[in-house]
């Protein structure tokens, strides 16, 4: 699948780290500096052991983030030698002792993942599907808000990478990251209520397409074999009847191939609240609700309906951008993680 799925953007990006130490601290390298910085950088509140910190990530400083990560990936996993047949092996004259050539990145790489609404303007409602160029506008952006949100901490860890040395505007990081952008081939997401309409492909067409022509090759080459001249098929020869038949069979297997890789690309539409304002929302109403539901055990059917009409009037729960819970944070009890 591609970058865009389920009205998300799921970002990749991988940003070649400088070799060597920068001339004014030659005694860190520019890979532990990255390193250092993303030490630096708060977690979100999400957890017992950090929702008391008094910092919160800087990615939590925008309504677009669903899930953020860096990490500096310095080269690729070793998995053994290529497996195959030891027979063939024999065979070929392909000796195990004999070192394989080994995969090896030409620098360490600062990645970067997230997954983020796929909307360039907050408030706007997820796309079912977008142009290439749309999901360029996205990813834009996205990168515009980072810059206005934590520039200080995206110059702290980039300005160890390889061309960032001209990224002075939020213009010039989007360019920057569009560089750095890698196809994300399968992204995942779980926040369905209920299952999406998935792609479905007309097997039955798709099956008449490939085998008719086979099977007119098939009874052209039994003509053919067993004596007969020629077939009343547009005047033809068997033989060249036959041939025609294979090769438009060929031409319609390799169109089947191709339109249902097409059609396996194609993004699952988004669901009704899959944008972080609703889920955030969701939260929220989630945890208050359970709170209304603690407090008026044995109510009266008078008392429940009032005490409803209360909790309805003071969290609004078709508000999404008010009386919610803040991103980054685990739960809404404290006020200070609730918007007004």
């Known amino acids: 699948m591609p970058d865009l799925d389920s009205g ?13 130490a920068p001339e004014d601290n030659p005694h860190s390298s520019h890979e532990q500096r990255v390193r250092m910085a993303l030490a ?8 017992p052991a950090t929702e008391t910190g008094p910092y919160n990530s800087p990615f939590t400083r925008n309504m677009r983030n669903h899930l953020a990560r860096m990490f500096v990936l310095n080269d690729v996993v070793y998995n053994g030698r290529v497996g195959q047949n030891a027979l063939k ?17 030409n620098a ?47 110059i702290a860890i980039y300005s160890n990478c390889y061309g960032f040395e001209n990224v002075k505007s939020a213009d010039d990081f989007a360019d920057y990251l569009e560089r750095c952008h890698v196809e994300t ?12 309409r998935f792609n479905t492909l007309p097997l039955k067409g798709l099956l008449y397409g490939v085998l008719a022509p086979v099977l007119v090759g ?32 060929g031409v319609a297997a390799f169109l089947a191939v ?12 988004p669901a009704k609240y899959d944008d972080l304002p609703s889920v955030l929302k969701s939260l929220y109403i989630q945890q208050k609700f359970s709170e209304f539901f603690i407090e008026n055990q044995g109510a009266s059917a008078a008392e ?17 951008h008010s009386k919610t819970q803040k991103p980054g944070v685990i739960s809404s009890s404290d006020l200070k993680n609730v918007t007004s």
């Open 40 to 47: 630096r950088l708060p977690t979100a509140n999400q957890s």
């Open 258 to 269: 191709k339109f249902t890789l097409r059609n396996g690309e194609k993004p699952l539409a």
């Open 218 to 249: 098939i009874v052209a080459l039994l003509f053919w074999l067993f004596g007969m001249q020629a077939l009343p098929i547009l005047g033809w020869s068997s033989l060249k009847t036959w041939i025609l038949a294979f090769l438009l069979g």
């Open 108 to 154: 360490p790489y600062l990645i970067f993942c997230a997954d983020v609404d796929a909307i360039t303007e907050d408030g706007d409602a997820l796309p079912a599907t977008l142009t290439k160029a749309q999901q360029k506008e996205v990813r834009s952006s996205y990168a515009h808000k980072l810059w206005e949100t934590m520039r200080e901490e995206l």
């Open 8 to 20: 998300h953007i799921f970002l990749t990006t991988m940003a070649p780290i400088l070799p060597g």
């Open 89 to 105: 092996a024999q065979i070929e004259g392909d000796k195990p002792f004999v070192p394989q050539k080994v995969d090896r990145l």
């Open 304 to 320: 429940l309906h009032e005490a409803f009409g209360r909790f309805v009037k003071d969290h609004r729960p078709a508000d999404r």
């Open 185 to 196: 081939t399968m992204p995942f997401h779980d926040y369905y209520l209920e299952l999406p």
